[in-house]
């Protein structure tokens, strides 16, 4: 079981340019989550997608879309990245989407120069 | 307000010692309430999960909810250097979307 993988771990972007965070789960877990961490910000929640073919909006969308492929599969993309999105980038899954916990992958750290 | 507040820290205790991590939060009708560690550099994992008033115990980890007071507590007995690093608290928004708002974390570091 790899758990929740998330892919690139590292990314450098100019402004404007764009780009797609991949994310897959290996444990059947029907809810994903994107979430962003800033110093001092704690996590905050972008979009999640309670089960297979639903998206919805979290905290911070604004700049991002997000696409479920499929159960184990969740993308989020910026299509012109920002200097504010700098930050890094944890995708999560969990059983279901009421009143449970998250499994979190090894995060992506991007850098919007 | 912050919907979910802890102390940035820095905690700093001797090893050995009991380290006592706080958090408080502002709706009312919150259920579900988590305590996640995060490594430097590495992804949060969740250490403890308590839905009911009082104490839940695991290993040296406790939980402590109080409901009436909005807040809720993680106590780590006989800190270790490998206890150092940020704790989460994490809760539950009311309603059915099964968000989780996240504080920004307390920095523990426990000194040999």
């Known amino acids: 079981n790899a758990g929740v993988t998330q892919t690139p771990k590292f990314q450098v972007l100019k402004t404007g340019q764009s780009m797609t965070l991949q994310c897959a789960q290996d444990m059947n877990h029907n809810s994903m989550y994107w979430y962003r961490q800033d110093p001092g910000m704690g996590l905050r929640l972008i979009y999640y997608s309670a089960s297979e073919g639903t998206t919805d909006k979290g905290e911070v969308p604004n700049g991002y879309n997000v696409s479920r492929l499929n159960k184990r599969e969740f993308s989020l993309r910026l299509e012109s990245a920002a200097p504010s999105q700098t930050s890094v980038y944890f995708c999560a899954s969990s059983e279901a989407s009421l009143g449970t916990s998250r499994d979190f992958g090894p995060g992506t750290r991007l850098t919007v120069l | 307000q912050k919907e979910v507040e802890q102390n940035s820290g820095p905690l700093s205790v001797p090893e050995g010692a009991i380290a006592s991590l706080n958090c408080t939060y502002s709706?009312?009708?919150?259920?579900?309430f988590f305590w996640y560690r995060q490594y430097s550099g590495k992804s949060p994992e969740l250490i403890m999960s308590?839905?009911?008033?009082g104490d839940k115990e695991d290993g040296r980890f406790t939980a402590q909810l109080n409901k009436a007071s909005q807040y809720v507590s993680l106590l780590i007995r006989d800190s270790q250097p490998s206890d150092s690093a940020t704790y989460l608290c994490?809760?539950?928004?009311?309603?059915?979307?099964?968000?989780?708002?996240f504080g920004q974390g307390t920095t523990l570091q426990v000194k040999p």
């Open positions: 994490a809760v539950r928004v009311s309603g059915n979307t099964g968000k989780l708002i």
């Open positions: 709706d009312r009708v919150s259920q579900s």
């Open positions: 308590i839905y009911s008033n």
